[in-house]
DNA sequence: TAGGAACTAAACACTT
DNA sequence: CAAGTGTTTAGTTCCT
């Protein structure tokens, strides 16, 4: 179990709770506490954590790029004025295919969702992207540079021979566009291929286990003949219709543009076709290679400095013609080289995706970040949950079908990625270790439903820890019952209802949620003749500061508070928890407060109008005095209502007097403690009240 | 590095 | 008595 603990720690990662190397274990060992020994297999569970997470981040990586490239490539097509008929011509084929040839390295939606969560965006990790995309960027242009220039090339050629005019002229134009698109090819693969070897030199693509050498597969010579052809046809086709339009100049423009802003889908859009009939081939590599040299002798991609550049040959080759020969007799076109190409190309389309989604993510990331700095209000640091969340939800909605949300593996490096999307934290990815995201407490920005909303599906069937505190679940459970109200059991129900994570550990969690309501001021008990159930003041969740450690007791059955408990049904813990000090009067006043605060319990705090208002005069009062006092306190009590800020620390009462009185004795002691309402008189002052008394 | 916050574990008390 | 509930404290980790 120890392990078990370890493993999940990780995977979940640097997501959860890091943090304790005891608590932690309890997390997956589902409340068994004995299992605590544990410090040693941390270290084992670790490294292979670690590894697991270092896939992760790997997959994420190519998935960046991948999407960084669809994205250009889509817009390209959008912006490429008349796209040829290519596009038109085969734009079912592209979809399908992609989608199947990704299988293999695909990464599941929940991977994804994972991922996207992890996404720690760091200021460098945005830079990081920032980067990467303007390199591809440059990639494209060089690419559409390229095109262009392959374009004019060909135009060129178009132009002499229909200068020299022997031969048929439809059959030499399209010969000759064979020639150029073959050169095209080319050169494009060998564009791509140093897109990703350049990536993977950024780290941005890995090889999966899976797939061995997969990225050192190029895409040269990966053209497998259906492919070809279709390629062939096409061009043929393009080429009759350029004519039909007549001017070739005109038809020369529009050719570059479109080839120039369309290539690079094309590549996939062709290749595509090929996943679903594997190959059989009727046109043949090696001479598309050799008439692609013929003009180029010396720039063939898979040849240079005297080796064969076909990925893992490196052949060395005396000359340009033994080379030839070596590609065409060892690369020739066969099942292997067939396979390389698919594998190539699957890396490339997911790259392409990942790099869609990521450009996409990282809009939103910036836009999110731009609005909210420019929020008065927003700190630094809630700017960065914030925008975490939205992080996580942009990852959500770009990727929709990433939700079929099978839970992963338990083993599964989910979970760091979990902590990641709400707390960006300047921790970079690399380190994503303990990143503890406590999504809207500390700034007092509460989770609204909408954040939950939208990951709901998500976190209800990922074993993901949600990126959001105890308190904030519970206070969203409470608000979202129809009573705003909750018994424990309920909670503990809507936690297990609305998320994956915590069907496990039950004792756990469990534990948390109840040191969480009554550690927190803004969660208040309510009892009634049916049992007690949990309601929020969010004013007071939404104060920041929940937690006041030492202060009194709440649950004290005191006879008088009972008594006034009794009508008022709804009088509140932050009363419960310093009645004990006070008089029925002090009682009203907590009411009173109540009532301000609390809409919810407005009727049920008004029981007797009288003490209400007067009540309410008093605090009033009251709340100047304190306003004035919790200015100097600053963080300390920000959240405290003045009554609490009035009596912080009876802490340790019990503990401390343990011959007073056992049972109920806080209550006892309490009780004992002030009959009268001495508010003004600052406890945080006086420690230790007890004694005095 | 200190302090605060969040979390976990545990102990204890009370209720059912 | 056991289980559930509620409170409190101590310790850990992370973050500022």
């Not at 490429?80 to 040829?84: D, I």
């Not at 008065?376 to 700190?379: F, R």
């Not at 079908?401 to 490096?413: E, F, I, K, R, V």
């Given at each position: 179990m120890m392990q078990e603990s370890g493993t999940e720690t990780k995977s979940n990662g640097s997501a959860?709770?890091?943090?304790?190397g005891g608590s932690n274990h309890l997390l997956e060992c589902?409340?068994?506490?004995?299992?605590?020994?544990?410090?040693?297999t941390p270290a084992v569970d670790i490294g292979a954590a670690d590894l697991a997470h270092a896939q992760q981040q790997q997959q994420q990586a190519l998935q960046v790029a991948r999407q960084l490239l669809l994205q250009q490539q889509q817009q390209q097509q959008v912006s490429?004025?008349?796209?040829?008929k290519r596009n038109d011509k085969q734009p079912a084929l592209q979809v399908p295919v992609s989608v199947a040839m990704m299988t293999p390295q695909v990464i599941t939606p929940q991977q994804m969702q994972q991922i996207l969560q992890q996404q720690v965006l760091s200021p460098q990790q945005l830079q990081v992207l920032l980067q990467q995309q303007q390199a591809l960027m440059l990639q494209q242009q060089q690419l559409q540079e390229f095109y262009k220039k392959q374009q004019e090339q060909l135009q060129l050629q178009l132009l002499q021979q229909q200068h020299a005019g022997k031969q048929p002229k439809e059959q030499q134009q399209v010969a000759t566009q064979q020639l150029a698109f073959q050169q095209q090819l080319l050169q494009m693969q060998q564009l791509q291929q140093q897109h990703l070897l350049s990536l993977q030199r950024q780290g941005l693509l890995t090889i999966q286990p899976g797939q061995p050498a997969l990225p050192l597969q190029?895409?040269?010579?990966?053209?497998?003949p259906t492919e070809l052809q279709q390629l062939w046809k096409e061009v043929t086709s393009a080429h009759t219709a350029e004519e039909t339009t007549g001017n070739n100049h005109s038809s020369l423009d529009l050719t570059t543009t479109c080839v120039s802003s369309s290539a690079p889908s094309k590549t996939s859009l062709i290749m595509n076709p090929h996943a679903s009939t594997n190959g059989q081939l009727s046109v043949h590599t090696p001479k598309r290679e050799s008439l692609s040299h013929e003009e180029?002798?010396?720039?063939?991609?898979?040849?240079?400095h005297g080796v064969c550049k076909w990925p893992g040959c490196e052949a060395v080759c005396e000359d340009f013609q033994s080379f030839l020969k070596h590609l065409n007799s060892?690369?020739?076109?066969?099942d292997r080289s067939t396979a390389q190409c698919r594998v190539q190309m699957q890396v490339v389309q997911q790259l392409e995706l990942q790099l869609a989604k990521d450009k996409e993510r990282l809009q939103a990331m910036m836009t999110h970040l731009h609005v909210k700095s420019t929020e008065?209000?927003?700190?630094p640091q809630p700017l960065n949950l914030v925008s975490s969340v939205t992080l996580s939800k942009s990852a959500s909605e770009a990727s929709p079908?990433?939700?079929?949300?099978?839970?992963?593996?338990?083993?599964?490096?989910l979970t760091p990625v979990t902590q990641g999307p709400s707390v960006i934290?300047?921790?970079?990815m690399h380190t994503v270790?303990?990143?503890?995201?406590?999504?809207?407490d500390k700034y007092n920005v509460p989770i609204s439903s909408a954040d939950i909303a939208q990951n709901q599906e998500f976190y209800k069937n990922a074993e993901v820890r949600p990126p959001f505190t105890y308190a904030s679940l519970i206070r969203q459970a409470i608000l979202e019952s129809p009573e705003k109200q909750l018994t424990l059991n309920e909670i503990y129900n809507w936690f297990t209802r609305m998320f994956a994570?915590?069907?496990?550990?039950a004792a756990t969690w469990k534990g948390a949620i109840r040191t969480n309501l009554s550690l927190h001021k803004c969660f208040i008990r309510v009892e009634d003749e049916f049992g007690s159930f949990w309601t929020v003041d969010d004013e007071e969740f939404k104060r920041g500061r929940h937690i006041q450690r030492g202060?009194?007791?709440?649950y004290c059955p005191d006879e008088n508070f009972d008594e006034l408990v009794a009508h008022n049904?709804?009088?509140i813990k932050n009363m419960q928890s310093s009645h004990a000090y006070c008089t029925p009067l002090n009682a009203a006043l907590q009411a009173s407060m109540a009532e301000n605060s609390i809409p919810l319990y407005t009727t049920a705090s008004m029981g007797n109008p009288t003490l209400g208002n007067l009540a309410s005069a008093i605090r009033e009062e009251l709340n100047g005095a304190m306003e004035h006092t919790n200015s100097n306190e600053s963080d300390s009590?920000?959240?405290?209502?003045p009554m609490q800020a009035v009596h912080?620390?009876?802490?340790k009462e019990e503990p401390l007097d343990?011959?007073?009185?056992?049972?109920?004795l806080s209550l006892v002691t309490t009780a004992n403690?002030?009959?009268?309402?001495?508010?003004?008189?600052?406890?945080e002052d006086e420690p230790v009240n007890e004694d005095m008394e």
């Open positions: 959860i709770q890091n943090g304790s589902g409340g068994l506490r004995e299992g605590r020994s544990n410090g040693e490429g004025l008349k796209s040829p190029p895409l040269a010579q990966g053209m497998i180029h002798p010396h720039s063939h991609p898979l040849y240079g060892e690369h020739a076109l066969d008065p209000k927003a700190a079908q990433s939700l079929p949300h099978t839970p992963t593996t338990p083993t599964a490096p934290t300047t921790t970079s270790g303990p990143i503890r995201r406590r999504y809207s994570y915590f069907r496990r550990n202060r009194p007791r709440k049904p709804s009088l009590s920000p959240g405290r209502s912080p620390v009876h802490v343990p011959e007073e009185g056992e049972g109920p403690h002030s009959p009268d309402f001495d508010h003004d008189r600052d406890y």
